[in-house]
């Protein structure tokens, strides 16, 4: 019995090596690179930001440079284009969880950045959350 997903398998992307070598155990995983997708999410801009205040930058800005970023990386790291790419903004977490809701997921594949302590306790863990809130398989995998 194989036990890999035969669905789309989701990758959250935030530039960090770890989410590099989340891209490349997914890869390893998959037959079809047209069945992974990569989400990158963006935080919130507030009210306060410097860019909203001077209206200096907006969301879709911010949306296309991260969508070219992410283009290039997915190039550097040996990707077609089949490779679905999609910027949300909001909680990493729960945003990386409905989108998986939304494609039907088989699995996602989310590194883990070894937080602990106070930093764990501040930040949370984005790994933590899509664990607890996903519908489909998560694979963590651990910050060495």
């Given at each position: 019995m194989n036990w890999l997903p035969r669905k789309n398998i989701l990758v959250p992307?935030?530039?960090s090596d770890d989410s590099r070598a989340g891209l490349q155990t997914a890869r390893e995983m998959i037959k079809d690179p047209a069945h992974l997708h990569v989400i990158h999410v963006l935080p919130i801009m507030e009210v306060a930001d410097p860019g909203v205040i001077w209206d200096t930058i907006d969301d879709q800005s911010r949306r296309e440079h991260a969508e070219k970023a992410l283009r290039q990386e997915m190039c550097e790291q040996g990707f077609d284009d089949?490779?679905?790419i999609v910027v949300r903004f909001g909680d990493p977490?729960?945003?990386i969880v409905?989108?998986?809701e939304e494609?039907?997921?088989g699995l996602?594949?989310?590194s883990s950045h070894g937080r602990t302590g106070l930093r764990h306790l501040l930040l949370g863990s984005v790994a933590e959350r899509v664990v607890r809130l996903?519908?489909?398989a998560v694979l963590v995998l651990k910050h060495t």
């Open positions: 992307v935030d530039f089949e490779v679905h977490g729960h945003e409905a989108y998986a494609i039907e997921a996602i594949v989310v996903a519908r489909c």
